[in-house]
């Protein structure tokens, strides 16, 4: 019986062989450790060894260079890697790190860098933070980032998010939260899903006092496009993760991140204090919840007063179930 091909970059499949790594998910977890020893926290994905060990392998940037090449003893191009004619790609990849594109695996590796950090800052723009959802919430967002997803994968999904919540209030860990105004009328499942998150949100500032949570008001005169989260796995050592469409990217240059860190600092300025952040959330669910009330009263009849209604907001938001105006009771 002839032996099994190793692959097509069979240097680097022989090497990792050699050292006893018979499995992909073997040798990145060998990796992730070695990197570690070498004072590095760095991230690889089964994928990523993939196209490693492809035909056509893609050149690692300098830290993983670094990890592999002391990792196996030997120089890159002993172990099937061609190295660019230009410097121009080095310089484009300098401090940014292609780690996962498998939500799954992605999410577990998020889950252990949280685990490891001293303190955690985030920024969203359209959703709440992953962290700060509730169940319903999460599942509801889930599929509609992807909706042919079979509800079993959704379901783990969730479980996951829930996982990565609880780990976080567990650890007492210093955690701040900036959350742009929108992705508080964003529609996430219904009203009532959007409602009960609304009000976890007050619950889980209450509870644990070491989450601190702020929403940029809109309109506020500095805001910033795309979400990040800044990690700080060692004391005054900071790395940003970025999520992306088709994966995940981690940025360690500490000018890089430096830069991140002050964007943090003047949201943080810009945006509500926590009273006030508090105020807003609460005073907007409780219009939602009138309107979810009313909207359910007034089915199928025309209201017979005046309306004091949410309507600008909900349709603003494009909300599906904001199907037109909903009436409040007169102040007393």
Excluded at 18 to 25: I, T
Excluded at 135 to 156: G, K, Q, V
Aim: net charge neutral; aromatic share 8%; proline share 7%.
């Amino acid at each position: 019986m002839s032996a099994r091909p190793l692959g097509a970059n069979t240097k680097l499949v022989s090497a990792r062989r050699a050292l006893g790594l018979h499995s992909q998910a073997g040798f990145a977890d060998a990796f992730e450790e070695h990197a570690r020893a070498m004072g590095m926290r760095l991230a690889v994905s089964v994928r990523q060894i993939r196209r490693w060990e492809s035909t056509d392998p893609p050149y690692p940037t300098p830290d993983y260079r670094r990890v592999l090449e002391d990792f196996f003893g030997r120089p890159l191009t002993q172990l099937g890697f061609a190295a660019p004619e230009e410097s121009n790609e080095d310089h484009m990849d300098r401090g940014w790190r292609d780690i996962l594109d498998d939500v799954p695996e992605r999410l577990h590796r998020l889950i252990r860098l949280e685990s490891e950090t001293f303190s955690l800052r985030s920024y969203q723009t359209a959703f709440i933070p992953g962290q700060l959802q509730t169940a319903d919430y999460a599942l509801s967002a889930i599929l509609m980032h992807d909706p042919t997803l079979s509800m079993a994968a959704a379901y783990e999904r969730q479980r996951l998010r829930v996982d990565r919540a609880r780990r976080l209030f567990a650890s007492k860990m210093p955690a701040w939260f900036i959350v742009a105004e929108p992705a508080l009328y964003q529609p996430i499942g219904s009203a009532q899903v959007l409602a009960g998150q609304l009000e976890h949100l007050v619950r889980v500032v209450a509870e644990h006092p070491q989450i601190r949570l702020q929403v940029l008001p809109t309109g506020a005169p500095f805001a910033v496009s795309a979400p990040c989260l800044i990690l700080e796995p060692k004391r005054g050592r900071y790395v940003a993760w970025l999520e992306q469409l088709t994966g995940s990217l981690l940025i360690d240059s500490p000018d890089d991140v430096q830069a991140f860190v002050a964007v943090f600092d003047r949201l943080h300025s810009t945006a509500l204090s926590q009273v006030a952040t508090l105020a807003m959330i609460t005073g907007w669910r409780q219009e939602l919840c009138r309107s979810i009330e009313f909207s359910a009263n007034l089915v199928g009849s025309s209201p017979a007063t005046p309306e004091v209604t949410i309507a600008s907001k909900l349709r603003s938001s494009a909300l599906p179930w904001a199907s037109g105006t909903a009436r409040c009771p007169d102040p007393e």
